[in-house]
Structures are given as C-alpha cells and as structure tokens.
C-alpha cells in the first residue's frame, strides 16, 4: 500500500523543494521552460510579494515515503473576490505525476482549505494576480513553451476533468511569422491614427528612458485590462514592484509607449522581449553560477520575441492605437534579424485580439484553460 501524504510547506527548506520538484518532473522535457527559482521564491514569500496585502495563500507538497510526487498553492484573492463579487480560491503551482490519488489529495487539500474559509468553488491554475503564470496546457504539448507561461504534461488536464473540474476560460497564444517588410496598409493606419489623435511615439535609446513612463504604462493596463477575467487593477505597491523586477530585462528596442502630446500619458503599449524560452532551459532554473550565460547570450542575439504585454486605455480601443505600436515594434524586429514573435495569451472570446494579426502569417500555438469547480 502507497505511504501517501501531503505536508504544508512552513520552512525555507521545504519551499526550496516546492519550487524545485517540477524540475525533476520534467528532466529531460524538450518543451518546458524552467521558471528562475529566484524569482518563484520572491512571488511566494509574503514579505515580498505585494499581492499578500490582499491575498492569502498555503503551500503543500505530496509525498510517497519520502520522495516529492506533487505540489500545489492555495490562493484566496480577497480583492477579486470583492470586485467580482465571488467568493472563490484559487489552486496554482500544481505538479504532480501521473497517478490519480496524488492529484486528487492535493485537489481536495485545496479544497477542504477553501471551504473552511467560506468559499464555494475553486479555479485555477492562477497565480495571486495576473501578472503571474496562468492557464494549465491543454493543446500545443509538442511545442516550446515562453518564459511567462505555464507548460504542463498531456495527463494533467485529464486528471482535472476527473476530479469534477469543467472548463471556466481558454486562452490562446499565436505564433506570428516576421514579414520582410511592414505591411503598407498598417504603415499608412498607423500614422493616419499618430496625426488624427494627437499621439507621440516614445523612442528611448535606452532602458533609463522608459522608466519615467512606466507607472503610466501600468495604469493603462489597469484601465486597459480591467473587464478581463478574474482582473483588478494593480496597487501602486504592485506596479513598483513588477516595475523593479522586469524593467532591468526590457530591451527598449522591442517596446513601444504610444503617448498623448499633451500630457505625456501612455494612451497604448507593447512590450515584448527576445525569447529566453531556450536560455532558461539550459539555466535550469538557476542563474547562478553559470545560467546567466546563456541567459546574456539570449537578450543580445535572438531570432525569436516573446510579445508580453499590450494595451491601450479604454477611451482609444477603436481608434487604431495597436496599429502604431505593431508597426514600431514588427520593424524592430525585422532591423534585428526576428524571424517569429509569439503572442501574449489572449481570452478566446476576446476577438479583438485576433485581429491585431490578420495582417500577418499566423498560426495558433498554445491553448491554456483555467478550469472550475464549485465545492
């Protein structure tokens, strides 16, 4: 008989094996993306993380005898849960092997601590907010995953649907090829709109220059974002934080901050960087002492982008801002030898997003889904 039991994660220790377990779950892999321990371990300790301002959260691992076989994290947003009127948890950094008992303790752990907090239903996988890697894997297994995503075996979601978990949404991401040339028509749409709406177009020669327009950049996402699933708007505690911790990693080659000429506002945003997919696996989660090299080699000489984020503030959604920014950013990527942008994940329903690229040769690449259960 399995000597199965799940332990909560209270010392430094065991959160060090809690970030490290899908390492050796998926040693080998060719299409997982090791996350930076450094950076897991930041988003997980409450004195970092400015989301425990108004967020709750457990950790607990599996074990049969004493090896790790899965992990989870409890998570209740108490600030979603009052925006969207919802007395949800959340379930997230979920691994574990492939063997039904295991999957179904952590569920139920879950979701035994959901209930004793007065929740009614449990959704996930989610992070404290949505600047965290979200949506489990359900289509595109074979196909390398980014640096902000999720990447999980094909079993997990079978083992959701198992357990009483239904699909809530989908995300898509698209893979985008770089043509030779802009296209003209987006040229001529994107200067048409720079004129007609008064705009300026930031071009910082440097990472320094983007930073006095970076709290703008995220309130705009905040209005930008804020009818999006499962969204509230980011704290100033938050921005500061997310701004100190990607901003050193931002080429501002690849980004593009459409302002208002008048008040320098950010009206719309892109924001991609060149792809750390294949530096981070050969990392292995570690910069230290020598994943930063491949990590260096990536930000400089790269023919793939990751397009992270965008935006542009609800009073300009049809006026053709991501125009101005696709055309910025797609001829950077053609002066710098980009061959394939892939997108930021985007709600399936949101057909908005798939017209930012009916310009160009795309494809879709991977699918997430964010699935449910009421308890």
């Not at 600030?79 to 179904?104: P, Y």
């Not at 043509?179 to 001529?188: A, N, S, T």
């Not at 055309?327 to 017209?355: C, F, P, R, W």
Request: with cysteine; aromatic share 12%; proline share 4%.
């Amino acid at each position: 008989m399995k000597n199965l039991k799940i332990i909560e994660v209270n010392s430094s220790s065991e959160l060090s094996k809690f970030i490290a377990f899908p390492d050796k779950l998926y040693k080998g892999n060719k299409y997982r993306v090791p996350q930076l321990h450094s950076f897991e371990k930041s988003t997980l300790l409450q004195e970092k993380n400015p989301a425990f301002d108004f967020c709750e959260a457990k950790y607990w691992l599996a074990y049969i005898d004493n090896k790790i076989v899965g992990r989870i994290a409890g998570i209740i947003n108490l600030k979603t849960n009052e925006v969207w009127k919802e007395k949800n948890a959340r379930f997230g950094w979920i691994d574990f092997i492939d063997d039904i008992e295991v999957s179904a303790l952590l569920i139920k752990t879950v979701e035994d601590w959901a209930a004793k907090k007065g929740m009614n239903a449990v959704h996930g996988p989610m992070g404290f907010t949505d600047m965290d890697l979200e949506g489990m894997l359900v289509d595109g297994f074979d196909e390398i995953a980014t640096q902000a995503t999720l990447y999980n075996y094909p079993y997990y979601p079978d083992h959701l649907e198992k357990l009483g978990y239904i699909k809530d949404v989908d995300w898509i991401q698209y893979e985008i090829k770089v043509p030779e040339r802009v296209p003209d028509k987006v040229k001529r749409i994107a200067a048409i709109v720079e004129e007609k709406y008064n705009l300026k177009i930031l071009r910082p020669k440097n990472g320094k220059e983007l930073l006095p327009h970076a709290k703008s950049m995220f309130q705009t996402l905040n209005e930008s974002y804020k009818d999006l699933y499962g969204f509230v708007p980011l704290s100033d505690k938050q921005i500061a934080y997310y701004i100190k911790q990607y901003f050193s990693m931002i080429n501002p080659k690849y980004v593009c901050f459409v302002l208002d000429k008048k008040t320098d506002e950010v009206v719309g945003f892109g924001v991609s960087v060149l792809s750390l997919s294949k530096a981070l696996m050969k990392a292995k989660g570690k910069l230290f002492p020598f994943g930063f090299i491949p990590v260096l080699r990536a930000l400089h000489k790269n023919d793939t982008v990751d397009m992270l984020l965008q935006g542009v503030k609800p009073m300009y959604h049809t006026k053709g801002i991501p125009a101005i920014f696709f055309n910025e950013m797609m001829q950077a990527y053609i002066d710098n030898g980009v061959k394939t942008a892939i997108s930021s994940h985007a709600l399936e329903t949101n057909t908005g997003s798939l017209l930012l690229f009916k310009d160009y040769e795309y494809r879709q690449h991977l699918r997430r889904r964010c699935f449910i259960k009421h308890i």
